[in-house]
């Protein structure tokens, strides 16, 4: 199938899950706040007006840590997207809100949850569940639809990753200390000052579009973009699942 290699050179393949509605709507944002490899996984998503679930067997028992990826690329405020993420039916994210997590439309950010796997337990913090070769992981809606941008399942603990991509504020900050030290604005915060601001880059006809009605979709339906085979791979990626060895525990149940 379709895939897309990352930052790190991580692989990510299409996913294939049934349920939900497939979106490009990010493509219209550069998402400066990630490296250029990863730019593409935050550009299309799948949303859905239920919960949104994806499985993942496990082969055996260990740490590991899921990293969901998720981008706000239609609303322009918080409190207008909001969902829980369980994982084996533990509530380990309540009421997230992207735009609240990022800090503004069009910035990446990343959700990392430690696990652990022993004897049929799955240990998520001071959070104790059953589990049985099968990892879930389960978006529910609270305001409008639930989405997701990629999905990575990896071995190990999130200590040994990069840090998450920095929200908006840090990422201000950290720009105000690059241009105090240097006196200049280098290659990359020119990147940086195109979006420092963080205004939409598409505006919706009327305001009373960002309404939080449930039935209001993550951004307008498109068609589908893997039914044309044509295009340029990277550019058409839904939700993705890493399969880069030997870091990677597992491929997408599906």
Known sequence: ?????????IIYQEDQNPVGIVSDYGSRYIFPNV?????????TERYHNGDLTYTFDIAKDGEYVIVLKFSEVYFQ????????VHVNDLPVKRNLDIFRESGATGVA???????SIKKKEITIGDLIGDIDRELQIRLIPVMDNPKINAIAVLTGTSATLPSPPAPVEQQQREASRRRSRKGVV???????????????????ERDDEASSDPS???GPRTPDPFNDKNDNVFVYLGVALVCLLPV???LMHM
Not at 4 to 9: E, I, S
Not at 77 to 84: C, D, L, R
């Open 35 to 43: 490296p250029l490899e990863d730019r593409k996984l935050y550009e």
């Open 248 to 250: 990677v525990a597992f």
């Open 77 to 84: 405020s918080s409190g207008q997207k909001v969902f829980h």
């Open 1 to 9: 199938g379709y895939r897309h290699v990352g930052a790190y050179g």
């Open 109 to 115: 950010y990343d959700l990392y949850i430690d696990v």
């Open 186 to 204: 280098d290659e990359d915060e020119d990147d940086y000052d195109e979006q420092e601001s963080y205004s939409p880059q598409v505006h919706r």
């Open 216 to 218: 209001v979709a993550s």
